[in-house]
């Protein structure tokens, strides 16, 4: 126990006093909404390019989202500015497209660097116009950075010092030329050492912190200082080894250069570059972490006291307090925290590094709580053959799925809007397939991790409004309310100070494995994958901004202008491929697969099946690699070795192949694959392999035949087919996790043949002639009209039954029977984990009619009633009627002369309102 605290002290005065750890950069879109910091910054300004015609400068403000910048905020950017600035020989004939957009903030901003086109800035990267700026002298500004044209990015930076230079900043030339130099070091370096953008820019940021004390310390620092801070940094990020005396040199040259910049006099340079790239240093905390604790063990700890609101937002210490309770209850759920200690730090990104400390605290203790149960986690996933992971490389591989997205500002806005309506963080949660109907984008949501896997939601985003809906709610039409509800949980309101960028209206989302691909194993900062070297350029290529090849397809306009010389010129200058994302090399497809991947006569590589129908589809494409002649002619495994294969699955295979021309046989005997899987608990992995093999078959089949003229089931939007498929496993991951629902489902699918799995489908409660079931409707895969089956559970006797589409008849169902189907027995094994109870909507439906039954009968028995009881008085009333004759006049056409004459008898018979009011339905009876 003592140890256990110990380790997570000692963690925790890493957090607060190592602020030069590395860590991941800031997101350039979680930007506070803010005003701006003087007037001297107030007014938004753009730099365009100067070579931009008036389509492409038009489209360019689109894209940085000025288009409400006034023209004499508007400078234009030529090779002579770009000289001015840079120094790198440009002319007034050399070519500018990249173009720039500033904008003050407040106090504590930082500098934000946000490229809306990554795909076209092949040189400069965003955390190299932050280091860049910052060494400028630049502080607490936003800047964006566009190009229609794929460009290096050079006439950017000349936009972003010329804009900063029009605001009011005190730019010095000699400053600037050594924010240029950085930049040269930092390309020299990625292109002769193997290493990433990522781990080059914190290095440079960690230095120009190191000199900048020292200079504070002592007022001046000594080449010898100036050597040893440079040798320490090259030593921690393990790249002192590769460096070659010329790089060393020149890297001690911009430390000397540096130390001489007005930034570098002073401590507010510390705190924009901690603000802007150094951030809260949890992948780098996470990474360290070793050991575990019980939760009654992190209750014992001696935690800090967040409770001083001038120091801490409400929210930290709200947040440690429902952790403490959630621990004290026993509960084993604490994700959600852990994903709102994230979403607090989007909502609120001025937060104190104090205050980011205090979340990192938050974080630790999760991990050490969550850390405790992967042995079991371990243990199980092997019991259900799944691969499992340590929690750490899950929770790294998330973090890096953030930092991926990040790469890509378009995205990563849709993504932190999403996240901040629904509290489920990308730095926790996997966000993919993502799919796009007109203006809106939908994703998936998941949690990460093995046998924890699963589907927490569907969502969608208008990148027109960037209003969040709730896939399942689309019905309703309303968005979801932009920020997450923190005072419903934590009792404590989060203001969300994040700042809208705009998404491009012709924005299509990358191929998932461009930005996260799910198989990619998660390493610890210290072990960032690296970037290969580079080819080497000359300095003058460095600076000249040329477009490249790639112009001709995006821009023919501009190409017309472009000699071929620059063209050519243009392909020697390099694309930063996923600069900053913190990747890994591809994983290699296993060839440890038990059914075949590869047939002589056919070249077709196959994806791996021994794993699950998931990760087979996740893998897939929703394209075409298989026509259905060469499904049909490959060659498959021999399935006929009773002792490693059931005899049904070599059936399945024979009934494939004879029913392939019918596409709802094959969606019948895909959907009997995954009964049988189901019945069947102990299936072995050679078995679930060929499974997947068969299916895999299968959805080649319905791409090759059918994906042109399939539509959609529900009067949904259509989707690709390969979405589809994986739309319906989480509709039953969903659907599996009521454990009631579970059982009602598994005994019709198992008596039916009919699985979620296979099918798109519904379920709904249903009442026919006062009696209630669940009744679940089995879409097939759609070629013109509606086609579907519907069978239902009644919860009085427990039997599954169908019925027709728009009868209301309740037939018998007659049991699947692989034998009657394929020849082949097969032994039902499922055990259920409970038995069915009556669901609450079904027990209130039944008390409903129930109510209806009584009210109903209650009702018919005032009629009678009355009846008796004129016969009890007959004399009196008839006394008291026959005067003054109120309900005989009605039948005759002129009543109005007699009331006239009423007045005078209205004083004798003072009784005859109650004896009216109490015969008048007696004489209503009467008549």
């Known amino acids: 126990m003592l140890s256990l605290k110990r380790g997570l002290l000692i963690a925790t005065s890493l957090l607060m006093f190592s602020p030069l750890l590395s860590s991941p950069i800031v997101s350039f879109l979680q930007l506070e909404e803010v005003s701006a910091v003087s007037e001297n910054t107030a007014d938004s300004l753009m730099s365009l390019g100067d070579t931009l015609n008036v389509e492409q400068a038009d489209m360019t403000k689109q894209l940085l989202g000025a288009q409400d910048v006034t ?129 080059i820019n914190q290095m440079m940021t960690n230095i120009k912190i190191q000199v900048i004390q020292q ?18 940094n090259l030593q921690q990020y393990n790249i002192d080894a590769e460096l070659n005396n010329d790089l060393l040199q020149q890297l001690l040259e911009y430390a000397k250069s540096f130390s001489e910049t007005d930034a570098a006099q002073t401590e507010e340079t510390i705190k924009q570059l901690e603000i802007s790239i150094i951030g809260s240093n949890w992948p780098e905390i996470l990474a360290t972490q070793e050991g ?45 925290i852990y994903s709102h200690t994230f979403i607090v730090e989007t909502m609120l990104p001025q937060l104190s590094q104090v205050e980011k400390d205090a979340l990192n605290y938050i974080r630790t203790v999760i991990y050490q709580v969550q850390a405790s149960h992967d042995e079991a986690r371990l243990l199980r996933g092997k019991e259900e053959g799944i691969q499992v992971r340590p929690i750490k490389q899950d929770w790294l591989r998330a973090l890096n799925q953030a930092a991926q997205f990040r790469q890509d500002p378009a995205l990563n806005e849709m993504v932190s809007r999403i996240a901040i309506a629904t509290g489920h963080a990308p730095e926790v949660f996997s966000y993919s397939e993502w799919i796009q109907f007109d203006s809106r984008f939908m994703t998936s949501i998941r949690n990460f991790g093995g046998v924890n896997s699963g589907t927490v939601g569907h969502y969608e985003i208008d990148i027109n409004t960037l209003e969040v809906y709730d896939a399942g709610a689309l019905a309703t039409g ?29 924005y299509e989302v990358p191929e998932e494995t461009e930005f996260f691909d799910e198989d990619d194993e998660i390493v610890s900062v210290e072990e960032l994958p690296e970037m290969g070297p580079e080819e080497t350029q000359t300095e003058s290529e460095l600076s000249e901004e040329v477009p490249t090849e790639s112009t001709e397809e995006t821009s023919g306009e501009s190409t017309e202008s472009i000699s071929t010389e620059s063209t050519k010129e243009s392909t020697e200058v390099p694309t930063e491929e996923s600069s900053e994302v913190l990747t890994e090399p591809a994983v290699e497809s296993s060839t440890e697969v038990p059914v075949e991947a590869s047939n002589d006569k056919l070249q077709v590589e196959l994806p791996s099946f021994n794993s699950s129908w998931r990760d087979v589809l996740t893998a897939s494409k929703n394209e ?83 994906e042109d003229q399939r539509e959609p089931a529900f009067d949904q939007h259509k989707i690709p087919y390969r979405e589809e498929l994986l739309h319906r496993l989480d509709a039953h991951e969903t659907l599996i996790k009521d454990a009631n629902m579970k059982e009602i489902y598994n005994l019709i699918s198992q008596t039916t043949g009919y699985s979620m799995q296979a099918y798109a489908t519904h379920n709904t409660l249903l009442e026919l002639d006062e009696q209630v079931y669940q009744e679940f409707s089995f879409w097939f895969d759609q070629v013109g009209g509606a086609e579907y089956a519907l069978f239902s559970y009644h919860f009085e006797t427990g039997s599954v039954g169908t019925r027709g589409i728009g009868t209301e008849n309740i037939n018998t169902v007659q049991p699947l029977d692989f034998n009657n189907l394929y020849n082949v027995s097969v032994q039902n094994n499922y055990q259920p984990s409970s038995s069915i109870q009556i669901t609450a909507e079904a027990q209130q439906k039944l008390d409903e009619i129930k109510a209806a039954k009584e009210a109903e009968a209650s009702s018919e028995e005032p009629v009678v009633e009355p009846e008796p009881e004129p016969e009890s008085e007959p004399v009196v009333e008839e006394e008291w009627i026959s005067p003054p004759v109120i309900i005989e006049p009605e039948p005759t056409p002129e009543p109005t002369p007699e009331p006239t004459p009423e007045p005078t008898p209205e004083p004798e018979p003072t009784p005859e309102p109650e004896v009216s009011e109490e015969e008048l339905p007696l004489v209503t009876d009467s008549e």
């Open 71 to 199: 023209p004499e905020n508007i400078i234009r950017i030529d090779g002579t500015t770009v000289n001015k600035y840079l120094n790198d020989g440009s002319t007034a004939s050399t070519q500018v497209f990249s173009s720039a957009y500033i904008q003050g903030q407040d106090e504590n901003y930082g500098v934000r660097v946000q490229i809306v086109t990554p795909q076209n800035i092949t040189l400069v990267s965003p955390m190299t116009y932050q280091n860049a700026a910052i060494t400028a002298g630049a502080k607490d500004v936003l800047v964006r950075v566009a190009t229609v044209v794929e460009v290096t990015g050079e006439g950017a930076l000349a936009g972003v010092y010329a804009l900063l230079d029009k605001s009011g900043y005190t730019l010095k030339q000699e400053d600037i030329q050594v924010a240029d130099k950085e930049i040269k070091v930092i390309q020299n370096i990625k292109k002769n050492v193997t290493i990433n953008d990522y781990t």
């Open 215 to 232: 200079i504070n310390q002592t007022t001046n620092i000594s080449n010898e200082q100036l050597n040893l801070i440079v040798i320490n």
């Open 292 to 336: 575990n604790m019980t939760a009654q063990q992190a209750l014992k700890l001696d935690q800090p006291d967040y409770s001083d609101p001038s120091v801490y937002h409400p929210i930290i210490p709200a947040l440690l307090n429902t952790l403490n309770d959630r621990f004290s209850q026993g509960e084993d759920y604490i994700t959600d």
């Open 478 to 506: 309303e968005p979801m309310a932009p920020t997450f509800d923190f005072s419903g949980i934590y009792g404590v309101a989060v203001e969300n100070n994040a700042i809208q960028a705009p998404v491009p209206s012709v």
């Open 624 to 706: 075409v690699v298989m026509t259905t002649e060469d499904i049909l002619e490959f060659e498959r495994t021999d399935l006929s070795d009773s002792n490693i294969y059931h005899p049904i699955i070599a059936k399945f295979y024979d009934d494939f192949t004879t029913q392939v021309t019918n596409r709802r046989s094959v969606q019948e005997l895909v959907s009997h694959t995954f009964v049988f899987e189901e019945i069947t608990p102990e299936i072995k992995p050679e078995e679930r392999a060929a499974l997947n093999q068969l299916r895999w078959f299968a959805f080649q089949y319905f791409l090759n035949e059918f």
